[in-house]
C-alpha cells in the first residue's frame, strides 16, 4: 500500500502537517496534522510497503511494545484509507 498522492511533511511546533504538491495539490487540497509517530507511518507510506514493514520500522525506531505499534498503525492506516488517500 502507498499514498495516492504526492505530499511534503513539515514538521512545526506542536507537531507535523502535510500537504499534497504540484499537480496532486488539485486533487487533495487539505492538510493533514500528525503526531510524531503518525508522520512516521506517513512517510513509511510515500513507498509502497506492508503494514508488517512499517511496523518493523517503528519497533527499529520506538522503544515500545510491537503489538502497541502495530494498532496505532493500523489505525492511522484505516482513517487514511477513509480519507481515500491510499492507492
Excluded: H, P
Aim: with cysteine.
Amino acid at each position: 500500500m502507498k499514498l495516492k498522492y504526492k505530499f511534503v511533511v513539515q514538521e512545526v511546533s506542536d507537531g507535523f502537517v502535510a500537504v499534497a504538491v504540484g499537480a496532486d495539490a488539485a486533487k487533495f487540497s487539505g492538510i493533514i496534522r500528525m503526531n510524531k509517530t503518525s508522520a512516521f507511518v506517513f512517510k513509511q507510506l510515500m513507498k509502497d510497503v506492508t503494514e508488517d514493514e512499517i511496523v518493523a520500522g517503528m519497533c527499529e525506531k520506538y522503544d515500545g511494545d510491537e503489538q502497541v505499534m502495530r494498532k496505532d498503525a493500523r489505525a492511522f492506516i484505516k482513517k487514511l484509507a477513509a480519507a481515500d488517500l491510499l492507492a
